[in-house]
């Protein structure tokens, strides 16, 4: 896969979500025309909890619109809410998944030059976003995650814009291998020390390897994914 589609460029402020009000800015709302984009993200976008969101590793979300079937199949209940948008993520893309995109991947779009950084760790805002208790473990175990991508270049981006493969320096390196190996076949030390020789990988997932090859268990997931208590 060396093209896609950005069907919707979005971007949103922080605000309220759930019953408690937790501050996210996962409503992230369509925009009409070309938006300047730079090593932080979108003009106009925003992140509610900068520790574990944004930054130059995570600056722009992007998101499969073939994922929504999946979803809808899973969870009909809840099939009004599965559509573009529905995951906080900025660019909404057809054309490629988790499956065709690899780490260090360089993708033209617009004017702007973007390196996949990363593929996104689901964390419990997912849970209240869709009203579904453990919908961030969903999420996690499917691979149907999304990614961030890294902002070489800053220009400006368009809906209606095609993303080029520009480089691919490892290319046995899809998201989809990636998420396996995180979080089904965790421990597979061979694979853990090739992921970690790779250059760029951020420094909290490299902190993640070395520490699952030191101490031969997987770090505890559930501060992220499990909704906190109220008043916790």
Not at 106 to 123: H, K, N
Not at 138 to 143: A, I, K, N, T
Not at 184 to 197: F, G, I, S, V
Not at 202 to 210: A, M, N, Q
Request: glycine share 10%.
């Amino acid at each position: 896969m060396s093209v896609f589609e950005v069907l919707e460029l979005r971007v949103g402020r922080a605000g309220p979500l759930g019953p408690a009000g937790a501050r996210s800015a996962i409503d992230k709302q369509p925009v009409a025309g070309p938006v300047a984009v730079d090593t932080l993200g979108f003009d106009g976008d925003e992140q509610a909890d900068t520790k574990h969101h944004g930054g130059p590793h995570k600056a722009v979300h992007a998101y499969a619109i073939a994922h929504m079937p999946a979803w809808t199949r899973e969870l009909p209940e809840r099939a009004a809410r599965f559509r573009a948008g529905a995951f906080g993520e900025n660019l909404v893309l057809d054309g490629a998944t988790e499956a065709d995109v690899c780490l260090g991947d360089r993708w033209r779009i617009g004017t702007a030059l973007f390196e996949v950084s990363q593929g996104r760790q689901p964390c419990w805002k997912l849970n209240l976003r869709f009203d579904v208790s453990d919908m961030a473990r969903r999420v996690q175990d499917s691979g149907r995650s999304g990614w961030y991508f890294r902002v070489l270049a800053p220009g400006i981006v368009a809906a209606g814009d095609r993303g080029a493969l520009i480089a691919r320096p490892n290319p046995d390196w899809s998201l989809a291998r990636v998420s396996h190996l995180l979080y089904h076949d965790r421990m597979n030390r061979p694979a853990l020390a090739e992921l970690a020789a790779i250059p760029g990988l951020p420094e909290s997932w490299l902190r993640l390897v070395d520490a699952r090859l030191a101490s031969g268990k997987t770090e505890d997931w559930s501060r992220r994914i499990e909704t906190p208590s109220p008043g916790a």
